[in-house]
């Protein structure tokens, strides 16, 4: 039994090994040569497999990129998981993690993979659902932000398609800019104003601060 158990983790910390680099090789390719120019003979040199190798793992190359397009979504929501959970207030949480995620896609090789090569390598529905977690995730902060007394209780889901829609197009605007710290910093102030709006406040914060301090 514990050499079948053993045999199984070494073969899985071998499938790990080989899909890591397959898809590390392959984010860097999609990020300096884009998803269309990139073969995969070049994915495979660049990791120091063979096609045979590829192929046991992956189907295509549109499968290869769908990892990693997932694996930078992970990625990214841990950056607002993190930026949630640093503040005390729930609701300067959720405006603390809108803040991160919106930082973090000025990284160039997020901003390549997400918002470039993404909508032309991956089917609308396909990015859709590896966004779901994001999404969720906004909706969980979203509903602990009211259990908290930081908004009105409401609908979550419309408000979280709202906000979460609004930062996705935010991100688009922030790719396609040729200056974008200027349009991340004016974003960012309407975005204040916007969550203020939510909470009822006329300025950001969290709207049970008022009735704790009245």
């Keep these: 039994m514990a050499t079948r158990t053993s045999a199984r983790r070494s073969q899985q910390e071998r499938t790990r ?10 984010r860097d390719l999609f990020n300096s040569d884009g998803f269309s120019a990139t073969s995969l003979d070049a994915i495979c040199t660049k990791a120091g497999m063979t096609r045979g190798a590829f192929y046991h793992h992956f189907s295509n190359k549109e499968h290869i990129f769908r990892e990693v397009y997932a694996a930078d979504q ?11 959970q640093a503040e005390q207030d729930p609701w300067d949480g959720m405006a603390a993690g809108c803040r991160a995620l919106l930082e973090a896609s000025l990284e160039p090789a997020v901003r390549q993979i997400t918002l470039i090569e993404a909508p032309g390598a991956l089917d609308w ?3 859709r659902g590896i966004q779901a977690g994001c999404k969720d995730q906004m909706r969980r902060g979203l509903s ?6 930081c908004i009105p209780d409401r609908p ?10 609004g930062i996705g197009e935010i991100a688009l605007d922030l790719a396609d800019s040729t200056d974008q710290r200027t349009v991340l910093e004016g974003s960012l102030a309407e975005l204040d104003l916007v969550l203020a709006g939510v909470a009822g406040r006329d ?9 704790v301090e009245s």
């Design 74 to 84: 992970k990625e990214l929501a841990v950056i607002v998981r993190r930026a949630f």
């Design 125 to 127: 529905s396909t990015m």
């Design 17 to 26: 090994t080989t899909t890591g680099a397959l898809v590390a090789a392959a």
């Design 156 to 165: 979550l889901d419309p408000l979280t398609s709202l906000l979460y829609g």
């Design 203 to 211: 300025t950001p914060g969290c709207a049970h601060k008022d009735r």
């Design 144 to 149: 602990i932000a009211i259990e908290a007394g």
